[in-house]
């Protein structure tokens, strides 16, 4: 439709890539959502068309703000379309033409059998919970997917267990970054032998991304070990679970996993409140948690069973302020944040208190989850209340909101963020608005290029990981050290291990070990947002390691 050409005139039958791009004019963002959209990979597209659409949303909200502060008042209707794609001297308009993608969208998820919308969270049967669970025998990712690992999990399912094994080892050739393919090769490599087994639980339903990145740090512990010749001549098998970022779903399969007994561990979960709700039930059923996520502070001290990898908000807060009072140079901040996210209020409380102990000042604090929010009069306050910085203390909600902070903030001031905001999303959506944003997170693989985890992942993923891959690589190597020091091991030997002050495993790039509060000892790592020749054309990059 925008290059007036056949489909066949397009494709590139050798690489099966769209070649349109020298053929239309339109907005960069559009033309990196239709890029994403008509990905070779199936790993690389969008993982619904309800995404979709938000990031169109995003697109028609950000392109609405003009360059200078004096001139935010609302544009002419007619000329939201024609800001975001001109063609030639004619402009399509953006209402039929989001139709048409989202119809598209549609269509492609009905043909690969994939909901669009999240499942109910509530009072899930045993039929439907058993769906969230795998060990191979169900494509938990169905986007992620190719015809022999579908093969591979029936033969999974029918007890096939050497025939699953090949499936498995051909899918990857395809698609070698596929973690949930080499955590089912390694179970089918398994079978019916006896194992230790732990659970994973990830947001594929809410958040895929994040949950292939979680699972990659799994599956690379999983696949050094049983390389290794196993935990004392046995392998690990590693069951995975889809909680959809969901505090009741979370709470359900904690409890299916307190009654599975040969569960020894859990890594899990994503977002603090989804940990806080699991809590209780890990705790009465003894069974160890460890977070490569959670990062609220409320989690310090709430159960001897419940442990994290992640540095807390203390940490994060504290490197950010210092970073603003001692290297920005500046005094007074605005904060935006979201009132309903625990990790976002935990992340807001802490830099608050870390400035106010510096000698600075937050001159204001918007709340992003606010129904009357407005991104105009807050910036207008911000400017008249004398911010010289902005901390997006934002949760991956809110994300959308603290992105039109940036792009109306025109690099006026100074911008922090939390490690939420570390996202491609930031990269694609902020672009040159947002260079120079300083984040926290807990670790960046350019600041640890030798170590053994890095190199391994180069070689095994055929990329640079995230920090999210790495936490979750200490976690189930945390675990894997607990039931190796244990002489027989059982849950309460693995939280006894994990507790003793003398207890190390060996991480992605240091020691893991973890205070009586159930939190580790870490430590926080600044990151940049700078110019890139990659496809985002930004990156972040590590600065001021800590």
């Known amino acids: 439709m925008l290059t007036g050409l056949e489909p066949l005139q397009l494709i590139d039958r050798h690489d099966y890539r769209w070649h349109w791009r020298s053929h239309v004019n339109i907005n960069p963002k559009l033309e990196w959502i239709l890029s994403t959209m008509l990905s070779p990979h199936p790993s690389d597209r969008f993982g619904s068309a309800a995404e979709v659409l938000r990031t169109l ?10 360059t200078g502060i004096g001139d935010l008042q609302q544009l002419p209707p007619q000329s939201k379309s024609e800001k975001i794609i001109n063609w030639g001297s004619k402009s399509l308009f ?34 439907q919970l058993q769906n969230r669970f795998s060990v191979g025998e169900k494509i938990l990712f169905p986007y992620v997917t190719t015809p022999a690992k579908e093969m591979g999990a029936a033969a999974m399912s029918r007890g096939e267990y050497q025939n699953a094994a090949d499936l498995f080892t051909t899918s990857l050739k395809t698609e070698p970054n596929d973690p949930e393919a080499l955590i089912y090769l390694n179970n089918a490599r398994i079978g019916r032998d006896k194992s230790y087994t732990i659970a994973v639980s990830i947001p594929i339903g809410s958040d895929a991304n994040a949950a292939k990145e979680i699972l990659r740090g799994v599956a690379q512990a999983q696949n050094r070990i049983n390389e290794a010749g196993g935990i004392d001549n ?64 409320e989690l310090s001290d709430r159960s001897p069973y419940v442990f994290r990898t992640v540095p807390s908000d203390y940490l ?42 510096g000698g600075g000042e937050v001159v204001s604090s918007f709340d992003l989850s606010d129904p009357n929010f407005n991104v105009e009069n807050t910036f207008k306050e911000t400017t008249a209340k004398g911010a010289q910085t902005i901390m997006l203390a934002s949760s991956t909600s809110t994300l959308d909101k603290a992105l039109q902070v940036v792009q109306i903030n025109r690099q006026r001031f100074s911008i922090l963020g939390g490690d939420d905001v570390y996202t491609p999303k930031t990269l694609q959506i902020a672009g040159e608005l947002g260079e120079n944003m300083v984040i926290a997170i807990p670790w960046h693989i350019r600041a640890h290029p030798d170590a053994e985890f890095s190199l391994a992942a180069y070689n095994l993923w055929g990329g640079e990981v995230n920090w999210r ?78």
Do not use: W
Not at 258 to 275: P, Q
Not at 337 to 357: C, G, M, P
Not at 477 to 497: E, G, M, W, Y
């Open 469 to 546: 891959s790495a936490m979750a690589y200490d976690a189930a190597q945390a675990l894997i050290a607990a039931i190796k020091s244990s002489p027989k091991p059982t849950r309460d030997s693995i939280q006894q291990q994990l507790s003793d002050r003398s207890f190390t495993a060996s991480g992605a790039s240091s020691v893991v070990n973890f205070l009586p509060s159930g939190d580790r000892l870490g430590k926080i790592q600044l990151v940049q947002m700078q110019p890139s020749s990659n496809k985002f054309g930004y990156q972040f990059l590590p600065i001021d390691p800590r």
């Open 57 to 66: 949303e995003d697109i028609a909200v950000i392109t609405k703000f003009p």
């Open 94 to 127: 953006f209402v039929p033409f989001t139709a048409i993608l989202i119809f598209g969208g549609y269509l492609c998820l009905k043909v690969a059998n994939l909901e669009t919308t999240k499942p109910l969270a509530v009072n899930l049967s045993d039929s």
């Open 316 to 357: 994060a807060a504290r490197g950010l302020a210092d970073y603003m009072l001692s290297s920005l140079q500046q005094q007074k901040v605005a904060v935006f944040y979201n009132s309903k996210s625990n990790y976002s209020q935990s992340l807001r409380s802490e830099f608050t208190a870390a400035v106010h102990l």
């Open 234 to 297: 046995l392998p690990l098998q590693v069951q995975i679970i889809n909680d959809d970022n969901d505090p009741a779903t979370a709470k359900q399969i904690a409890q299916s996993l307190g009654k599975d007994k040969t569960v020894l561990g859990v890594v899990g979960h994503y977002a603090s409140d989804v940990t806080l709700a699991t809590v209780p039930v890990y705790d009465a059923n003894k069974l160890v948690a460890i977070s490569p996520i959670s990062t609220s502070i």
